[in-house]
Every structure is written in structure tokens, then in C-alpha cells.
């Protein structure tokens, strides 16, 4: 699904909220069933998958994701990674663990087409891709810092991308983080407390 053009910010604007089961298959069983299902990746989306950084969970957990544009997180001109990334956290969005692509490639069968006959443009985000949010796992330019989903001629993709601090996604890129749990908002409030308690007691020395 794509959005039409909205100047409204999250959570007061279109969004998609999907409830994703994670956790309790190894890489190689998620490679294993990403076969079964004739989904495929790219080298980027391998690279990933080989890094040692890249872990999953031997125990099953669900997240409720949110599927929103960069414009709706207050960005009519777009912004960088970073930008994006923090202006999220502020509106009570985190970033998704690496091992949510494969699981929600694996759910998520009906993506419409990515290709809109517009040939691809260097340094952007394919059309009909949705960049998931995740914690980059290194600042090396040349190492991809995530997954994004697309579906290319009946084909569905889990692909992995490279994007520096530089690049400026375009304010209808898609992008799916994390809907922050009660105890993500209670860890940060006594993460505050501590800080408040530090400082208080710098200035009374």
C-alpha cells in the first residue's frame, strides 16, 4: 500500500500497524524457509545474514510494527538516517531487531509492485520498497546497514542496502519501526531519573 501525499505527523497520520511473531528459528532455518517460500536476496541482503553481528532469538516474541512514510515523521523534504532515526524515538517509534526482516518478508506475501516503469535512480530508494528500521551494525560505508522489502515482477525480495550519513531519503520513502512497549517508556523515564540524580548531585559538590 502506498500513501497519498499527507503533511500530518505521526500517529496523526496514515500509517500500517502489523503484529509480527520473531524469534526461535537460526539463520540457517530462516534461510532455509525464505527458500521454501521462493523469496530471494540480494548480495547485500547475504552479507547480512553472514556477519556474526547479526543474531537472532532462540525464544518467539511478537512486535506491533508501524509502516509510515518519512514525511509523516516531519520531514516534507526528507533528511538523513540519523535524522530519521531520532525524530522516530521522539515520537514513540524504536528500532526494529535485524532478525524482524526475514520474519516479516516471510508474512507480508501480498506487497504490491515495486516497478512503476520509471527507470531506478542512483542514491534513492527503489519504488515500492519499505526500508525496515533497525540498529546499524557498523559504521563501515561499504557494510549494508539493513533490510528493505520489495516485489519485483511476481518476486519477492529481502534485500539489504548501503546508505552513509549523507544520503537524504525522499519524504515518501517507506520506512517500518517498532511501536515502543510500556516498559521501553518506563527504562527511558528511570534512564532520566538517573540522569536528573547525577547532575543534582555535580552540582552540590
Not at 23 to 32: A, H, N, P, Y
Not at 162 to 180: G, M, R, S, T, Y
Amino acid at each position: 500500500m502506498r500513501f497519498e501525499n499527507d503533511d500530518k505527523i505521526y500517529p496523526y497520520c496514515p500509517f500500517i500497524t502489523r503484529i509480527v511473531e520473531v524469534g526461535g528459528l537460526t539463520k540457517s532455518q530462516l534461510i532455509q524457509k525464505l527458500q521454501q517460500y521462493s523469496i530471494l536476496m540480494n548480495e547485500y541482503g547475504e552479507k547480512l545474514f553472514a556477519d556474526d553481528k547479526f543474531t537472532t532469538s532462540n525464544k518467539k516474541y511478537s512486535l506491533q510494527t508501524v509502516e509510515l512514510t518519512v514525511g509523516n515523521l516531519g520531514f516534507p523534504d526528507g533528511a538523513n538516517t540519523d535524522r530519521i532515526f531520532k525524530r522516530a524515538d521522539e515520537l514513540g517509534l524504536k528500532l526494529c531487531p535485524l532478525e524482524l526482516g526475514p520474519h516479516l518478508r516471510m508474512e507480508y506475501l501480498d506487497q504490491l509492485e515495486g516497478y512503476s516503469g520509471n527507470p531506478l535512480k542512483q542514491q534513492q530508494a527503489p519504488s515500492g520498497s519499505i526500508t525496515i528500521a533497525s540498529e546499524i551494525l557498523t559504521e563501515d560505508n561499504e557494510f549494508p546497514k539493513g533490510f528493505y522489502l520489495r516485489r519485483i515482477n511476481g518476486v519477492l525480495w529481502l534485500r539489504g542496502y548501503c546508505a552513509d550519513h549523507l544520503h537524504v531519503w525522499n519524504p515518501n520513502d517507506h520506512f517500518i519501526f517498532c511501536e515502543k512497549t510500556l516498559q521501553d517508556k518506563y527504562n527511558e523515564f528511570e534512564n532520566v531519573n538517573k540522569m536528573n540524580a547525577l547532575l543534582q548531585q555535580k552540582e552540590q559538590m
